[in-house]
């Protein structure tokens, strides 16, 4: 396709499919026409995607996740089509910047944070291997809150994404499935058959997912609620309007809007609700799809694989058995081992306070019968394992992590360190009852959109050195390993950093009114405001470091800029109060004359996917700082290893491992280790032993609890400093000292730029490994046992 061409199919759709005039076009115009013409090229590889997986009788994979935290889909489309030099002249004739036409489209925030971006990075795998997949999921009206601060607390206001036009979904009215809560199980003709009490329509709508040099194309599936009935007719025509949609309003909550918690689920009715009607909706889906293709049930292990991200979708085991048994007639002991053989489950937490448990009550009301088959299969597990306490029916709660461990043949942590965490603590028992069945199977991030799609000034050097086979397979990264010896390459390297800081420089002061300097270290913490992910660690050292440059203001100091970003939790107060702490912080650092120039803090609000790739290829340092054994994983810290920012950091989820492949040396490791912490913790005055060992971490302390960063405003933040110099469970104080010396080096090594430079290619060079491609071959090998449906030449 060539830029006229393309401009030739803008300006068509521009006018046919928008009924725009281009004198009269606004800029979502454009963009909806771009999206358009881009959309026709992916038509075609998606319907031959679909009849070579029929064609050739493929075992499918169905991605089943609550979150698709997806972003922007436009320029991660044009990128993988190979497309954006095209479109860059396309919008050059047009006279108008292709940047400005792909910042109008929203950013879709269908997820909290790291479970769902993992999914939105699977899927875009799945589809560069040429994996028959499908995600499936909710089509949430809105998708996670918008963030912004007011005298620097944080303050949520809806999103609202569906407001312009989707550019990229297709809807099915065709296929929709009715989904029943509530009602009874009666007996008939000896079987036992569930009569919904309730029911509502889940309605597909089918985006395409193209993969990598356009060769295979998935669809991401999503499901919208509607209700089975429109409007109470009656109570319209006796005038009772509010009533008589009543029933509309009702139905459409259940897909309206995505639960912003991540961590502390609060058993609500509607969020079970939530979880039954996609996964239904999913497996209901997937089966009509089978029985289409094959007439013998025994068959769907072979050729139908189900992974749960995390126990959101858990209920898929009770009804997929309900499917088989109840619906289907196979015998329950052939339903359950059936139903086992599709389904694997991800873990993505060991806090026990995010696992998932539901009332018996609330299951027995919602989902009778999904109950009595809870307790069918734990009965089964019993006699064939006997031991009370690996049940998932305990204390009149159903544990989903028990039954999801329970009915799927596989069940992966997501980091090495955290799979070895499920087996120590949270799944000991039923680990050593299947010894077999934990696997590790480390996260990963596609290199498509993390790598050429936001850092195009690292991605063409790296293609200039080593050529560019090295985005669809990422280890060949390490080809620059050959090139850290050519000043040229680091000076290259360099200059693509700089430029990369300079842009986020200068949108920072466009859209924050605050001057950076691009020669300071950009030191980032991106991620959710939680307290085991530690930004008050990072604050307080901040303070400290304001402290001593206070005393000392002509000592030879590395400028740095500590950048944050991050959503709390709605009802998560502490972690709002962790914002409010950092937003004050700012405030009276940014303003002192004598240090500003060495140490500022800034606070951009509203992180999403698209000021992640803005600020990650912008980044000198990787802050990854969680307490050990808390963070499962970490998505993020990939990202920034892979764009040359060299991480500090905890002996925590995937850090062990990009320690381990970028050396120890290019690694600024602190901390204690997860025994470590279980054995501080031990001792009851951890913290006050820290405090009293540490002047510098007293004083920050001080600082927080006085009035200093809270002006006439004393206690404003003295519950954090309570927090931290009572009981401290996240160890911040046992780990400050540490954590200072650590920053000390950074500082260090940040000053020597000639050494930096390498360590931060260096970085690049040997972090191949954490792509998702890599994430997805492991779980094709060891879990879903299948593979392409394309050989490497297209075939
Ligand atoms: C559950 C029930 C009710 C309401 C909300 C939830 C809920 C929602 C989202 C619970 C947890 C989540 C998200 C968890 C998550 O993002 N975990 C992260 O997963 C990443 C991908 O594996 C890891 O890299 C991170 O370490 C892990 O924190």
Not at 246 to 270: C, F, M, N
Not at 365 to 375: A, V
Not at 553 to 578: C, H, L, Q, S
């Amino acid at each position: 396709m060539t830029s006229s061409d393309l401009r030739d199919s803008i300006l068509h759709h521009l006018k046919y499919s928008l009924g725009k005039d281009a004198a009269h076009a606004v800029t979502q115009d454009w963009r909806m026409a771009l999206s358009l013409a881009v959309r026709d090229r992916i038509t075609d590889p998606w319907f031959d995607a679909t009849r070579t997986a029929y064609a050739g009788q493929n075992k499918r994979v169905y991605y089943l996740s609550m979150e698709f935290l997806i972003g922007r889909l436009l320029q991660d489309a044009i990128v993988n089509l190979g497309l954006l030099e095209t479109a860059h002249e396309a919008f050059t004739d047009l006279g108008l910047p292709l940047d400005t036409v792909l910042s109008n489209e929203p950013d879709a925030a269908l997820g909290n944070g790291g479970l769902g971006r993992l999914a939105a990075c699977f899927i875009e795998s799945l589809s560069s291997l040429a994996v028959p997949a499908m995600g499936y999921g909710i089509r949430y009206e809105h998708g996670l809150f918008k963030q912004s601060f007011v005298q620097g607390r944080q303050i949520e206001a809806p999103e609202d994404w569906l407001q312009q036009t989707h550019a990229w979904e297709f809807e099915r009215p065709e296929s929709t499935y009715h989904i029943g809560f509530g009602g009874r199980v009666v007996q008939k003709d000896g079987r036992s058959v569930w009569e919904p009490e309730d029911g509502l329509i889940a309605q597909a709508y089918d985006t395409p997912v193209i993969g990598w040099k356009g060769r295979w194309a998935n669809t991401l599936r999503l499901w919208s609620a509607k209700p089975t009935q429109i409007f109470d007719l009656d109570r319209f025509n006796s005038g009772d309007y509010i009533a008589a949609s009543a029933p509309e309003t009702l139905a459409r909550t259940i897909s309206r809007v995505l639960y912003p918690d991540d961590t502390t689920p609060q058993g609500k009715e509607l969020r079970l609700k939530q979880e039954f009607f996609f996964t239904a909706a999913s497996l209901r889906d997937a089966l009509r799809r089978f029985e289409s293709e094959y007439d013998d049930l025994h068959l769907l292990p072979q050729k139908v694989a189900f992974q749960l991200n995390d126990t959101h979708p858990a209920i898929a085991g009770p009804e997929l058995v309900r499917l088989l048994h109840d619906e289907r007639g196979l015998p329950m002991d052939e339903a359950i081992a059936t139903a086992r053989g599709c389904l694997a489950y991800t873990n993505h937490t060991l806090l026990p306070e995010a696992l998932e448990r539901w009332p018996v009550e609330l299951m027995g009301r919602l989902l009778p019968r999904h109950l009595q088959i809870i307790e069918r299969i734990d009965a089964a597990h019993a006699a064939e394992k006997p031991d009370r306490r690996a049940n998932a029916l305990e204390d009149g709660e159903v544990k989903m992590g028990e039954l999801a461990f329970i009915m799927g043949h596989k069940v992966n942590g997501v980091s090495a360190l955290h799979t070895d965490l499920m087996k120590q603590t949270v799944f000991k028992e039923l680990h050593r009852l299947h010894p077999d069945r934990i696997i590790n199977q480390t996260n990963g991030v596609t290199p498509r959109r993390w790598v050429l799609g936001a850092n195009p000034r690292l991605s063409t050097l790296i293609t200039d050195a080593i050529g560019d086979g090295w985005v669809g397979d990422l280890e060949q990264l390490s080809g620059l390993e050959t090139h850290l010896d050519d000043a040229g390459f680091l000076d290259r390297f360099a200059a693509a950093k700089r430029g990369n800081k300079t842009d986020l420089v200068d949108w920072v002061q466009r859209n924050q009114g605050i001057a950076l300097d691009p020669d300071a270290m950009f030191d980032v913490q991106i991620k959710r405001i939680h307290e085991y992910k530690r930004q008050h660690l990072n604050i307080l050292e901040a303070i400290a470091l304001w402290q001593e440059i206070r005393d000392n203001p002509n000592a030879d100091w590395t400028p740095r800029v500590k950048i944050f970003g991050g959503k709390a939790a709605p009802g998560y107060v502490f972690a709002k109060e962790i914002i409010h702490l950092i937003n004050d912080v700012a405030a009276v650092l940014n303003a002192d004359p004598v240090t500003s120039k060495y140490l500022k803090v800034v606070f951009l609000p509203n992180y999403n996917v698209t000021l992640a790739e803005r600020l990650i290829p912008a980044s000198d340092l990787s802050e990854q700082i969680s307490t050990a054994g808390k963070e499962a994983s970490g998505t993020g810290n990939m990202k920034f290893a892979l764009n040359g920012a060299p991480t500090i950091g905890t002996l925590d989820g995937a850090n062990v491992e990009i320690r381990e492949h970028v050396g120890t040396d290019n690694f600024f490791l602190f901390g204690m280790t997860a025994p470590e912490v279980d054995a501080r913790r031990e001792l009851g005055d951890h913290a006050a032993q820290a405090i009293a060992a540490d002047p510098r971490l007293a004083r920050a302390l001080d600082a927080v609890r006085d009035d200093t960063f809270a002006p006439g405003d004393p206690g404003r933040h003295a519950g954090i400093a309570e927090n931290l110099s009572g009981h401290d469970y996240f160890v911040v104080c046992s780990d400050f000292t540490d954590y200072w010396r650590a920053q000390r080096e950074v500082d260090a090594a940040y000053a020597d730029q000639g050494g930096w430079m390498r360590m931060a290619a260096l970085n690049t060079a040997r972090s191949g490994w954490f792509s998702s491609d890599r994430s997805m071959r492991g779980y094709l090998a060891d879990i879903w046992r299948t593979g392409p449906a394309l050989g490497a030449d297209g075939e």
